[in-house]
């Protein structure tokens, strides 16, 4: 920006102090805004507003690389060919994704990556989204909790179990229990077991409502007739039922 520009700018600025705080309004504001947009654009100070110029967006993206959002653009539009192309051209993509998994710093490209992979069915996606359980970023991992929740498969139970059991991030554990619920998946009430037995009430809360979705029974939110039931969850006992049933009475 010239000096002249600076200038202007200023004296539009000392202005407005000079109305005092309580004398000026937003739409003095807003005109004071104005005129300084409009002094630094008549300044030519292209470079101000680098969005308005594609050649200088161009020679940034030649220079630094694609943006994450350009490349978050540029894998979806890949995705789209290659979900609507053979077998043969899916596993290559996937390949490619897991390469780019691997060296992508942007934590946000990696959780678009595993959301991407979970619709296709090929070794490489079932590895990106099992790795992505393993990643450094919290974020990472609860995307692939959710990427594990609508893959489904024998996989997924294993798999969120022991991420449960072994993440430190009560928030990833929550997910985690969460997903397994939404299965449906009877195999998971040894690992729902378990988090009844957590000390934090969220845990257990969170436990809670998987086990009635898994069971398709209803024994309230009590945490101790949960227990009790999950030491054998085939019994057909008369007890579980009358307590159903009471509680669809009142």
Not at 60 to 74: L, N, V, W
Not at 107 to 121: D, G, K, L, M
Not at 190 to 217: C, M, N, W
Request: proline share 4%; hydrophobic share 40%.
């Amino acid at each position: 920006m010239n000096m002249r520009v600076f200038d202007s700018s200023q004296r539009l600025f000392s202005s407005a102090q000079t109305l005092g705080s309580s004398a000026l309004s937003a739409l003095s504001v807003h005109r004071i805004v104005v005129c300084f947009m409009l002094c630094v654009c008549a300044s030519g100070c292209s470079s101000w507003i680098p969005w308005t110029d594609p050649g200088k967006l161009a020679k940034q993206t030649e220079k630094y690389g694609p943006t994450a959002d350009q490349r978050i653009r540029t894998l979806h539009e890949q995705a789209k060919v290659a979900a609507a192309a053979d077998g043969d051209k899916q596993a290559a993509f996937t390949a490619d994704l897991a390469k780019s998994i691997v060296v992508e710093h942007d934590p946000r490209v990696r959780c678009e990556i595993i959301s991407i992979a979970t619709n296709f069915n090929t070794p490489s996606a079932l590895g990106i989204c099992e790795g992505g359980l393993e990643d450094p970023e919290m974020s990472v991992r609860l995307s692939a909790c959710d990427s594990w929740g609508e893959r489904g498969g024998e996989d997924a139970v294993p798999l969120l179990g022991e991420r449960f059991l072994k993440d430190a991030e009560l928030d990833v554990r929550l997910s985690a229990i969460r997903t397994l619920g939404s299965l449906r998946d009877k195999a998971a009430i040894p690992t729902l077991a378990k988090a009844l037995e957590d000390p934090d009430p969220a845990v257990q809360y969170r436990a809670v409502a998987s086990l009635k979705q898994v069971s398709g029974r209803d024994l309230g939110d009590d945490v101790n007739a949960w227990r009790e039931w999950a030491l054998d969850p085939t019994s057909s006992s008369a007890a579980w039922s009358i307590t159903e049933t009471f509680r669809k009475i009142f």
